[in-house]
Nanobody, 122 residues
């Protein structure tokens, strides 16, 4: 079973940067597409970004395009989300996910982390 643990969340001022990390305890990390979703208080969960098994394909939400970059290091069983030019509306719990292929649909992702809080102040 794949077990995902997020880290790197915290409080940052608008315009700042954070890098989220996701560690996978599984043995077949390189066989999964990986991604990030987020959920703000009182709002529905939304797709952020995803990356394919070989890192040749990525997909980003329109709301973060040009600001966030997803990457992975299969040798370390890690996936990252570099977040630049952060805005208050980026405030949310960010979840690391693993699934069958790159998609913005929740049902594709089989494994979910417990989330890490990102708070962007104005």
């Amino acid at each position: 079973q794949v077990q995902l643990v997020e880290s790197g969340g915290g409080l940052v001022q608008a315009g700042g940067s954070l890098r989220l990390s996701c560690a996978d305890s599984g043995r077949t990390f390189s066989s999964y597409s990986m991604g990030w979703f987020r959920q703000a208080p009182g709002k529905e969960r939304e797709f952020v970004a995803a990356i394919s098994e070989n890192a040749e394909h990525t997909k980003d939400a329109h709301s973060v395009k040009g600001r966030f970059t997803i990457s992975r290091d299969n040798a370390k069983n890690m996936v990252y989300l570099q977040m630049n030019s952060l805005k208050p509306e980026d405030t949310a719990i960010y979840y690391c996910v693993a699934g069958l292929f790159v998609s913005d649909k929740e049902d594709v992702y089989i494994y979910w982390g417990q989330g890490t809080q990102v708070t962007v102040s104005s």
